[in-house]
């Protein structure tokens, strides 16, 4: 039987670093800040599709995706929030699986609960004046998108080029357990949004849909909503 690939995303975080007791250093002591660098690590999966005399769709391979990702900050265990990377930025996924930094930012002494983001749709107007403005065209075309994916599909026995544009905004909430903690005795730590590929354009029944047919984008936006959501 003929073993079909398709990719799939979900995020979760892999906190590369050892869990550490919040630093007890005196009150009357200088307040030192360390450093969080971000990272993004990317890792593929095959599955057996399943099959559909409806969509004769065999297989779906990605050659590309991209997320409009803005809002990027850390949540203190008292709330507080660490504006780790506010402008927005376009994350192109390294498919080879090569660790990709995201970006490096300075952060107080404390405990950090949560990561939080947004995928979202951006306007001309947010983007005016940067030295990047180019590689948001594709995003800011016709209806403006915040997902774009690329890839090759097999429909029939017939390979055929896709791309899929996606509207979706959504916010994503990551709680990080144990809290990630900088002291004096861990001042710069590294955290790695790890991405697996599984699922994307397949519907409930496991079958494999057209991401060029329009009428399966509900299945597909909100397949990527549930894959987003980041799972430890």
């Given at each position: 039987?003929?073993?079909?690939?398709?990719?799939?995303?979900?995020?979760?975080?892999?906190?590369?670093?050892?869990?550490?007791?919040?630093?007890?250093?005196?009150?009357?002591?200088?307040?030192?800040?360390?450093?969080?660098?971000?990272?993004?690590?990317?890792?593929?999966?095959?599955?057996?599709?399943?099959?559909?005399?409806?969509?004769?769709?065999d297989s779906v391979i990605i050659s590309r995706a991209r997320f409009v990702i803005k809002d990027?900050?850390?949540?203190?265990?008292?709330?507080?929030?660490?504006?780790?990377?506010?402008?927005?930025?376009?994350?192109?996924?390294?498919?080879?699986?090569?660790?990709?930094?995201?970006?490096?930012?300075?952060?107080?002494?404390?405990?950090?609960?949560?990561?939080?983001?947004?995928?979202?749709?951006?306007?001309?107007?947010?983007?005016?004046?940067?030295?990047?403005?180019?590689?948001?065209?594709?995003?800011?075309?016709?209806?403006?998108?915040?997902?774009?994916?690329?890839?090759?599909?097999?429909?029939?026995?017939?390979?055929?080029?896709?791309?899929?544009?996606?509207?979706?905004?959504?916010?994503?909430?990551?709680?990080?357990?144990?809290?990630?903690?900088?002291?004096?005795?861990?001042?710069?730590?590294?955290?790695?949004?790890?991405?697996?590929?599984?699922?994307?354009?397949?519907?409930?029944?496991?079958?494999?849909?057209?991401?060029?047919?329009?009428?399966?984008?509900?299945?597909?936006?909100?397949?990527?909503?549930?894959?987003?959501?980041?799972?430890?």
């Amino acid at each position: 039987m003929k073993k079909n690939i398709i990719l799939h995303l979900s995020i979760g975080v892999l906190l590369l670093f050892n869990a550490c007791k919040k630093d007890d250093s005196s009150p009357l002591e200088t307040p030192i800040k360390g450093t969080i660098s971000l990272n993004s690590s990317y890792t593929t999966s095959a599955i057996i599709g399943k099959l559909s005399s409806v969509t004769g769709v065999d297989s779906v391979i990605i050659s590309r995706a991209r997320f409009v990702i803005k809002d990027l900050k850390f949540k203190s265990a008292t709330e507080d929030s660490l504006n780790f990377k506010t402008a927005a930025f376009i994350l192109d996924l390294n498919l080879n699986g090569t660790e990709q930094n995201i970006a490096i930012a300075e952060a107080p002494y404390g405990s950090y609960k949560r990561i939080e983001f947004d995928v979202h749709r951006i306007e001309a107007k947010t983007i005016t004046g940067r030295t990047d403005t180019a590689q948001f065209a594709d995003f800011l075309k016709d209806e403006k998108y915040s997902v774009i994916i690329s890839g090759t599909v097999r429909l029939n026995g017939k390979d055929s080029a896709f791309t899929y544009r996606s509207k979706i905004d959504a916010k994503q909430k990551i709680d990080i357990n144990p809290p990630l903690t900088i002291s004096k005795d861990t001042a710069n730590v590294n955290t790695t949004l790890r991405i697996s590929s599984a699922n994307w354009f397949r519907n409930k029944s496991g079958v494999f849909v057209d991401p060029n047919d329009k009428n399966n984008e509900g299945i597909i936006d909100e397949n990527i909503k549930i894959s987003i959501k980041l799972k430890r």
